[in-house]
T-cell receptor, first 111, second 114 residues
Framework: AQSVTQLDSQVPVFEEAPVELRCNYS??????LFWYVQYPNQGLQLLLK??????LVESINGFEAEFNKSQTSFHLRKPSVHISDTAEYFC?????????FGAGTRLFVKA | EAQVTQNPRYLITVTGKKLTVTCSQN?????MSWYRQDPGLGLRQIYY???????DKGDVPEGYKVSRKEKRNFPLILESPSPNQTSLYFC?????????????FGQGTRLTVV
């Protein structure tokens, strides 16, 4: 069985500050890992994913996530956030035919 | 434009009155699924379909039905809605069911059952 735990339900942060959104997973098989972002009143869209190879993956808007197999984690980071990054972020894992989503972390960027 | 389209976006209905939420994708994707999103629970899969005429239960299928008669359409049917089905629903599609493929989501349908 697979599961995903997002350790923070809400993360408030000031603009231009760094942020880390934490995600831990459990699985008995090798997995693929995803981060999705949901802006207000919209559906989810892919932010980045880890399939294989380099454990550090990056998105086009400055986010990065590092796959850590020993700690079963896939934390999302950004060195300097913008107001426009305010959204809900979902970590997800797929080890078979379906994707399991975490409960989500609401990132709130303050001016 | 490549997209997943759900209708309606908002729906208020009464207990027991059958309803259908439509979902259509124009990307020729094989895999489609329905999720419900509830605060603190994230997204939970209701049903999924690997291809036309192939559907299977997800984690929370009770009270829902689906069909996949055409590749592009995957409607969600609530035969007798109840208040505990009040939720935000998302349809998603992927090129295949392979575990590394990205899911494309619709805009969501906010359903209230009174």
């Amino acid at each position: 069985a697979q599961s995903v735990t997002q350790l923070d339900s809400q993360v408030p942060v000031f603009e231009e500050a760094p942020v880390e959104l934490r995600c831990n997973y459990s699985s008995s098989v090798s997995v693929y890992l995803f981060w999705y972002v949901q802006y207000p009143n919209q559906g989810l869209q892919l932010l980045l994913k880890y399939l294989s190879g380099s454990t550090l993956v990056e998105s086009i808007n400055g986010f990065e996530a590092e796959f850590n197999k020993s700690q079963t984690s896939f934390h999302l980071r950004k060195p300097s956030v913008h107001i426009s990054d305010t959204a809900e972020y979902f970590c997800a894992v797929n080890g078979g035919f379906k994707t399991i989503f975490g409960a989500g972390t609401r990132l709130f960027v303050k001016a | 434009e490549a997209q997943v389209t759900q209708n309606p976006r908002y729906l208020i209905t009464v207990t027991g009155k059958k309803l259908t939420v439509t979902c259509s994708q124009n990307m020729n994707h094989e895999y489609m699924s329905w999720y419900r999103q509830d605060p603190g629970l994230g997204l939970r899969q209701i049903y999924y379909s690997m291809n036309v005429e192939v559907t299977d239960k997800g984690d929370v299928p009770e009270g829902y039905k689906v069909s996949r008669k055409e590749k592009r359409n995957f409607p969600l049917i609530l035969e007798s809605p109840s208040p505990n089905q009040t939720s935000l629903y998302f349809c998603a599609s992927s090129p295949s069911g392979d575990r590394g493929t990205e899911a494309f989501f619709g805009q969501g349908t906010r359903l209230t059952v009174v």
